[in-house]
């Protein structure tokens, strides 16, 4: 019987320390998720110029921004509407492009757009320049809980007024949970590679108007 020698013993480790420090890094990285996302800090809803609705304007995220102009915390309703995802239903698709919830009020000023590109970066752009023609200094965003931080952190860098970011909250199964944690990480890296307000990336770049 061959004897091994301490090269052989180490090649046979290796796999099994890959694997260790690939576990190791992947609940890390789901801790730092679920402290980040799972948490993030929002403020309570007060007087604003304007509320921003984050898109997509699904029913949850709707109904949120229309309880917040009923307690009358802005004059205009901002809503934003980029693309359809890929997941959509049929049914949510037609939701999104009959944009009823753009109808003209008679209690308070709706106004939508399709930013651009359609990302939070796009909605970023568009807020810096409703706020410039506007004079607004205060605006209340509503988003959903797990895209609160990424989205203040692109809203800032084009719009130095005061931001109150408002959170609702899905119920994600942990199948869904983790790969909006994936989704999330994802955007953050985009957002650190365009560190300006309207940067985009190599060979991405936003339509020329």
């Known amino acids: 019987m061959a004897i091994q020698g301490p090269a052989a013993t180490e090649r046979r480790r290796w796999p099994a320390r890959l694997a260790a420090v690939l576990v190791l890094v992947f609940f890390a990285w789901l ?13 309570e ?100 809980k797990q895209h609160v931080p990424r989205a203040r952190m692109i809203l800032e860098r084009c719009y130095g007024g005061e931001l109150r970011m408002v959170a609702t909250d899905y119920e994600f199964t942990p199948l869904r949970a983790v790969l909006q944690y994936v989704y999330q990480s994802a955007g953050y890296v985009k957002a650190w590679l365009t560190p300006g307000c309207d940067q985009q990336l190599p060979g991405n770049p936003k339509e020329l108007e």
């Not at 007087?47 to 709707?62: C, F, H, I, K, N």
């Not at 229309?66 to 509407?81: D, F, K, N, S, Y």
């Open 45 to 144: 809803p007060a007087v604003s110029d304007a509320l921003l609705l984050l898109g997509p304007p699904d029913t949850q995220r709707m109904a949120a921004a229309q309880e917040l102009m009923e307690r009358r915390i802005a004059p205009v309703l901002v809503i934003a509407t980029p693309d359809a995802q890929p997941g959509d239903s049929p049914a949510m698709v037609q939701y999104y492009e009959d944009k009823e919830f753009c109808a003209p009020r008679a209690d308070f000023e709706v106004m939508c757009f399709e930013p651009n590109p359609s990302t939070t970066q796009g909605e970023a752009i568009e807020l810096r320049n409703l706020a410039a023609e506007r004079g607004w200094n205060t605006v209340t965003v509503v988003t959903f």
């Open 31 to 43: 801790a730092v998720c679920w402290a980040v996302l799972e948490h993030p800090r929002t403020e």
